[in-house]
């Protein structure tokens, strides 16, 4: 009983293993890009405190936000860990995990430039201003704002 148990527990490992491991290169590259978010928002909570100096409390690093990008991360893993289910089971003959992983890092990229170009004063940040969203907004309430 105890050699089937393992036996059974060793494939289930196996199988496991075989369908996950193409996820992590690609888990990677999205971790990545989503700790560059991370830093272009903190970078961009800087900005936002030289202009509003009222504001800067607002815009320290908090528990809660750490757990949004906790939760950002779990929601990816899980995207990309079904991605690979499906992969797995339907064949190669469509590369799901990663559309997956580009969307992903398609999305990160966007917020990133998005963050940069949010209360920047340099011409780039200004043609993409025309184009992105603002993000100063979501950091501290519209009233507070100077006219950023």
Request: aromatic share 10%; net charge positive; with cysteine.
């Amino acid at each position: 009983m105890y050699n089937t148990f393992k036996s059974i527990l060793a494939l289930a490992g196996g199988w496991a293993w075989t369908v996950a491991a193409p996820a992590f290169p690609i888990a990677m590259a999205c971790t990545s890009m989503v700790l560059a978010d991370v830093w272009s928002a903190r970078r961009l909570a800087r900005r936002i405190g030289r202009a509003v100096p009222s504001a800067r409390q607002q815009l320290k690093f908090s528990s809660a936000r750490f757990g949004q990008v906790v939760s950002t991360l779990t929601r990816i893993y899980a995207v990309l860990a079904l991605a690979a289910v499906v992969q797995a089971a339907m064949g190669k003959w469509i590369p799901l995990l990663d559309f997956a992983g580009g969307v992903v890092c398609f999305w990160q990229g966007v917020s990133i430039l998005e963050n940069e170009s949010s209360c920047n004063s340099h011409p780039w940040a200004k043609v993409l201003g025309r184009y992105l969203v603002s993000k100063v907004s979501r950091h501290i309430k519209p009233e507070e704002l100077p006219g950023l």
